[in-house]
């Protein structure tokens, strides 16, 4: 029986609602923001994407020790939101001059707030909420879909207000920041932190804790499919909205268009993100993680062959089933193949790390493609990659069911 949603889903499905919705304007944007307003090429953008991706992997180890000793505190919480607010001023007033003036510096100082608020940021955001799940009684992956909803909604409203203020997005941003700090404020917590780090030897265990994991193959060999996937469809996507608008009569068209075609696809992840769970269960994480491997090789090769706009908006649409894939799947092979004690730092070094470490490197080597072999010909080689890792990683990723890799030192230990 299915129980009925208590406030805390709600406040803290706001938190994501709003969090998500600042994430997918910004973001999903940023691209045509840095071409049209900052007058960057491709190469630039790849400079910029790169470098928040390098920077992100400095915050992420800090971010995620603190929120960990912090539990149920909203401190660090609170900074992202605080340094959300000034996305308008910061983009309107400062963003711009640093690009123009020094393409290398702008980045720098771009990415150092970017990556705080977003690639690190939402480390933050959604470790906590996962751990007031668990404490207040309600399902994280239901309270998620707030999430997929809110990148529908920013999608739909956000190309309209880039095709008449390309800065107005931002201010937007800042403005839902004030909702989402109405929101933690709110926020409420039942009863104490469950799961709490041991005293003062903690620190020796976890070290030794995660020593152990680099000498696990399975590890290793789930690195390198979220490498070769999940950190190139990262890539894929930065900038295809510029690939994109080149199909239509003009750049205001084709971004009108696009973002109605994202808050299509946006919704249609939030809605199979119900049926995620059910379809990896029936055929195991590592075959969604394969499924989701071959997808993604369909889209990018699929966009880089299709030669109208309809044909490239359903390649477009795919990304609809890959997210809830592997998102789900993840999680199901972390725990089903590894010792469901260290599945959290298991998914920040082999998911969250790996990727960004790839992403950072793969940003600029794409940018650079873009203007030297065009967008058609850096596509099919993205595709190849993703293919030939993906059929590395049917014959090297363990079965799931079959399996379950022991591991003797505990990082946590339950107090009642």
């Known amino acids: 029986m299915m129980n009925i949603p208590n ?3 709600w406040n803290f499905g706001g938190l994501f609602f709003f969090y998500f919705i600042i994430w997918a304007i910004v973001l999903g944007f940023l691209p045509l923001w840095l071409e049209d307003v900052a007058g960057l090429n491709t190469s630039e953008t790849g400079i910029v994407f790169s470098s928040m991706s390098l920077i992100a992997l400095c915050y992420q180890p800090f971010f995620g020790i603190i929120s960990d000793k912090l539990g149920f505190k909203k401190n660090l919480f609170w900074v992202v939101v605080v340094l959300l607010m000034f996305m308008g001023p910061f983009f309107n007033f400062l963003y711009v001059p640093l690009l123009q003036t020094n393409i290398f510096v702008g980045a720098i100082i771009g990415s150092a707030y970017l990556s705080a608020v977003f690639y690190a940021g939402v480390g933050v955001v959604e470790s906590y909420i996962e751990r007031v799940s ?4 309600f399902e994280y992956g239901r309270v998620r879909l707030f999430g997929s909803i809110a990148g529908a909604t920013a999608s739909l409203i956000g190309g309209i207000m880039f095709v008449r203020n390309p800065n107005s997005i931002f201010w937007f941003a800042s403005g839902a920041a004030v909702f989402l700090a109405i929101l933690l404020f709110t926020a409420k917590v039942k009863g104490k932190d469950l799961i709490k780090p041991t005293n003062s030897k903690s620190s020796e265990i976890n070290k030794r804790a995660i ?13 390198l499919l979220i490498v070769g996937t999940a950190a190139i469809y990262d890539v894929f996507d930065q900038q295809f909205p510029n690939y994109y608008v080149q199909f239509f009569s003009s750049k205001e068209i ?3 268009i696009f973002s109605k075609l994202v808050s299509v696809q946006v919704g249609l992840e939030a809605i199979l993100m119900i049926f995620a769970p059910v379809i990896v269960n029936k055929i195991g994480a590592k075959k969604g993680l394969i499924l989701f491997g071959i997808l993604t090789f369909v889209r990018i090769f699929g966009s880089a062959v299709a030669s109208e706009p309809i044909l ?15 998102l789900v799947s993840i999680f199901k092979y972390i725990t089903g193949v590894f010792d469901v004690r260290f599945s959290a730092t298991i998914y920040l070094l082999a998911f969250n790390f790996a990727k960004q470490s790839a992403v950072g490197i793969f940003s600029s080597i794409a940018g650079n493609m873009y203007s030297s072999m065009g967008f058609q ?3 099919f080689f993205l595709s190849a990659i993703v293919l030939i890792i993906t059929a590395i990683s049917y014959f090297t990723l ?3 069911k079959r399996i379950q890799v022991q591991v003797q030192e505990p990082l946590y230990t339950s107090t009642k």
């Open 211 to 223: 020593v152990s994991i680099f000498k696990l193959k399975n590890f290793w060999f789930l690195s």
């Open 312 to 326: 490239l908006s359903v390649c477009r649409l795919i990304a609809a089933f890959e997210m809830p894939l592997l």
């Open 398 to 400: 363990t079965d799931d």
């Open 377 to 379: 010909n850096t596509y």
């Open 134 to 137: 668990r404490n207040n009684g």
């Open 254 to 256: 084709g971004t009108d």
């Open 7 to 9: 406030r805390g889903f």
